[in-house]
């Protein structure tokens, strides 16, 4: 009965065209009540303690270094590299967006940012290039929610608080398979463009252009080795990490490239702040709902529905990942992590298996979820910066979506895939 009420009043709220925030803070009031105690207090008291956490000071920095990466010269730097290493060859135009991808979520962490980018400087090529544009834009979402899996990843680092789990430990164990879904990709991408990318190729770069394009951009290059480096050596916490990124990325913008100028950082820092805001105020109520969560003893009902499967992990894991899957699709990115969290990681710990190993899967079939309609929030983004039909576009991203999902499975079973190399890292 309390996971009905905790069902119903949830999506009742979102029924009602409740933003995700207060709909999490309507389901937390009604499982008070439902338990028979309202206290407004406790309400209160779980609302700001769940903002009040020091790793979720990492969500702003990461966000202002995102924007002063764009705004500063980065983006651009790096897709220019690219283009001069693989823009040559047939289809170059879409290794080009599958690279800048993988580089970019490195730096920022946020799959709308990146995607954003990303279209806006390469979908008017490919059109004027010839390429298939629903294909194009279908390659690029796919590209852009790499960012949440490779750190610095504002997805894990929510999950992390959330969880309870090391971020410095999920930083290091995204960082294969993010690589492995750029490779996915790569892979995908070479089977579309032997029937489908235009036959001229585009100007193969000299080699001294290409050590011009590698000169400048060798400071966007230079940011996730920092990050990861200082991390994996201890030198600073994800939250200092983003620290660091967001003054690196100000100062190459101001004193490198000159892109930036200080009339430009306070509309940066509101833009910033105002992405911020979003996630920090729905993280606070998300926290509300967890603690009646776990008052209402709600994940010990879902292990029992899950009972037959709770012996074999890696059936366990697919129920778990299919369940995401399926919320995926109504709900964005971070209302799937904050509900979800809560729920299933108690049956996580009982079966047995690995947090940080769930924790990569649950934050890259989250990502996935970005590119399912009807929500696809990343879907959207491209459509509208490519200014074509999102239907059409949705139609362009089924083969990649279909190499990121059998990706998942992959990593369902055979966990070593995961681990392992997290291990080697860490």
Not at 29 to 52: K, P, R, T, W
Not at 85 to 99: D, F, K, P
Not at 253 to 278: C, E, F, I, K
Not at 322 to 332: N, P
Request: glycine share 10%; net charge positive; charged share 10%.
């Amino acid at each position: 009965m309390t996971i009905a009420v905790f069902l119903s009043s949830l999506l009742g709220a979102m029924g009602l065209g409740m933003p995700i925030a207060f709909a999490l803070l309507v389901c937390g009031i009604c499982l008070m009540l439902y338990l028979g105690h309202f206290d407004a207090q406790i309400l209160a008291q779980n609302l700001l303690e769940g903002s009040n956490n020091y790793p979720l000071m990492a969500v702003p920095f990461f966000m202002l270094a995102g924007e002063l990466m764009n705004a500063g010269g980065l983006s651009q730097r790096i897709i220019a590299l690219a283009q001069a290493l693989v823009g040559h060859v047939r289809g170059g135009l879409g290794y080009v967006a599958i690279l800048g991808a993988l580089v970019m979520a490195s730096i920022s962490g946020s799959a709308v940012a990146d995607t954003a980018a990303l279209a806006a400087v390469l979908i008017p090529l490919m059109r004027q290039g010839g390429y298939d544009i629903p294909r194009s834009a279908g390659l690029i979402a796919a590209g852009g929610i790499i960012a949440p899996v490779i750190p610095p990843s504002i997805g894990f680092v929510v999950f992390g608080v959330a969880a309870q789990v090391s971020i410095t430990k999920l930083f290091l164990a995204g960082i294969v398979p993010g690589l492995l879904m750029g490779l996915t990709l790569w892979a995908t991408w070479w089977l579309c463009a032997r029937r489908e990318a235009p036959a001229v190729q585009e100007r193969r770069f000299s080699g001294r252009e290409l050590l011009r394009a590698l000169r400048d951009g060798v400071w966007a290059l230079v940011l996730p080795v920092v990050i990861i480096g200082g991390m994996k050596m201890g030198v600073f916490t994800p939250t200092e990490a983003a620290v660091v990124a967001a003054v690196y990325a100000l100062a190459v913008g101001l004193l490198v490239y000159r892109q930036l100028h200080w009339r430009m950082l306070p509309q940066l820092m509101l833009s910033a702040a105002r992405t911020s805001s979003v996630v920090m105020f729905l993280v606070a109520c998300a926290m509300v709902s967890a603690w009646l969560i776990t008052i209402a003893d709600i994940p010990a009902q879902v292990g029992t529905l899950l009972q037959p499967f709770m012996d074999n992990q890696i059936l366990l894991v697919f129920m778990m990942m299919a369940l995401v899957v399926a919320v995926g699709t109504a709900l964005d990115f971070m209302p799937t992590v904050l509900i979800l969290t809560p729920v299933l990681m108690p049956l996580v710990r009982q079966a047995g298996i690995e947090p940080i190993y769930f924790g990569v899967l649950f934050i890259m079939n989250n990502a996935i979820g970005l590119l399912t309609p009807p929500v696809g929030t990343v879907l959207n983004v491209v459509a509208g910066v490519a200014r074509t039909d999102l239907g059409r576009v949705t139609r362009g991203v089924w083969p990649f979506l279909a190499a990121q999902v059998a990706l998942l499975l992959l990593f369902i079973l055979f966990p070593s895939l995961v681990m392992v190399p997290a291990r080697w890292l860490q």
